[in-house]
């Protein structure tokens, strides 16, 4: 034989496992095999737990229609090698199973069952329906293969109904995060109704934390179940309920390892739209660079940061304002005059510090003051005059900002 021969024959469906039953049993072995559905029925019902109670309702009727299905098409088959006509019977078995909350387990054992006691009848009739040792060995074989291929049937129709059991969810977690970015925050029925739908139980306080979209799964799956998630806006938000719980920190800071997620404020449920405004707000400026950190970073400890780009322009007018008397200067006389501003505030005044901190000579920094509270006209001497001008130098880039305007 050639090797296209080969490759041919090699590459030639298998028949049926049926199809070596002869055709002369699906006469002889007619009586038997219908009349095992009741005892079928009755002997899964008394072995099964989760069926013992339930053949009244929708998957009882779909039961017995199953096993009815099963036995007329079992005996239509041996002798041809023709495919299952119809497996829609026991893809929706499946589909009901997971309907009812149950795993495959217990229909597993069910086809497990039938299969034994249909094989168990036939057995204890072999001396009517005269068929040879082969051929029984032929028949049991084509009964298991055949009781596998129901089996697999209503495999794919649990998944099929976990797939739409998993998308509904999803669509009503989503509908939660995405109610809850808005404002006003949704009132306590509302929040309720919502998180009820999705499955989330309203916690007692929440914080919102914001991320990546394309890190939100990664971080979902090393979380415990209870948080809900979503995609608004293209960022990945995520409610997390008691975040400042035994453990809870440890937990968020090892989800977000190889990635960063800003963290809102800790509320109660009625608050949410302050956490997730507030942690949208710190993602922002940690995206440009504004706001540092790695990893797990809490909004609350950069409140200055926030408070100073809460509002640009008044911010911009802040600087413009209180530090005026700088865009009056050299571009080097302003740096030196920042430099040595910044030092003398972060000391609270210190002058010797504020000379440590610059590597000069103490009376440097004297000169240099002296010299500031003049332009100051006096605003450096006054408690709330210094902190303006503090939060001027801190709003980032004051020195730049001056020489460009």
């Not at 109704?193 to 916690?203: I, K, N, Q």
């Not at 306080?205 to 990546?212: E, T």
């Not at 922002?284 to 797990?296: C, I, K, S, V």
Request: charged fraction near 25%; glycine fraction near 8%.
């Amino acid at each position: 034989m050639s090797d296209g021969l080969c490759e041919a024959a090699e590459d030639a469906p298998r028949p049926h496992p049926w199809a070596a039953v002869p055709a002369t049993a699906r006469e002889r072995l007619e009586a038997v095999v219908l009349d095992a559905g009741d005892e079928i029925i009755k002997t899964v019902r008394a072995e099964v737990a989760e069926y013992a109670l339930s053949m009244d309702g929708e998957f009882g009727r779909r039961l017995r229609l199953g096993v009815s299905v099963a036995l007329d098409q079992f005996l239509d088959l041996l002798g041809t090698d023709a495919a299952l006509p119809d497996t829609r019977v026991y893809f929706e078995l499946g589909r009901v199973e997971h309907r009812h909350g149950r795993t495959m387990d217990a229909l597993q054992s069910a086809y497990r069952i039938g299969s034994r006691v249909l094989w168990r009848r036939i057995a204890a009739s072999g001396d009517d329906h005269g068929l040879e040792p082969d051929a029984i060995f032929r028949l049991a074989e084509a009964l298991f293969a055949y009781i596998e291929q129901l089996a697999a049937a209503s495999v794919s129709g649990y998944a099929y109904e976990q797939s739409l059991a998993a998308g509904s969810r999803q669509a009503r977690q989503h509908a939660l995060v995405e109610r809850l970015c808005r404002a006003p925050a949704p009132e306590a029925a509302e929040f309720e109704a919502l998180a009820r739908e999705a499955g989330w139980p309203v916690p007692k306080s929440v914080a919102a934390l914001v991320l990546a979209e394309e890190s939100l799964g990664t971080v979902c799956r090393r979380l415990p179940p209870d948080v809900a998630a979503s995609v608004v806006d293209r960022v990945g938000v995520l409610f997390v309920p008691d975040p400042d719980g035994p453990g809870r920190a440890d937990a968020l800071a090892d989800a977000l390892r190889g990635t960063d997620g800003l963290l809102g404020p800790t509320v109660a449920p009625d608050q949410v739209t302050r956490t997730v405004t507030r942690a949208r707000a710190a993602w922002a400026l940690h995206l440009e660079g504004q706001l540092p950190g790695e990893g797990l970073v809490r909004s609350e400890d950069h409140l200055l940061v926030l408070l100073l780009h809460a509002d640009v322009t008044l911010t911009a007018d802040l600087v413009a304002q209180r530090l005026e008397p700088l865009r009056r200067m050299t571009a080097a006389a302003r740096d030196r005059a920042v430099t040595t501003l910044t030092a003398w505030l972060d000391a609270h005044g210190d002058v010797g510090e504020a000379a440590t901190r610059l590597h000069v000579h103490p009376q440097t920094v004297r000169y240099r003051l002296a010299r500031l509270k003049e332009a100051f006209a006096g605003v450096l001497d006054d408690p709330v005059g210094r902190l303006e001008v503090a939060l001027a130098l801190r709003a980032g880039g004051a020195a730049a900002t001056l020489a460009e305007s």
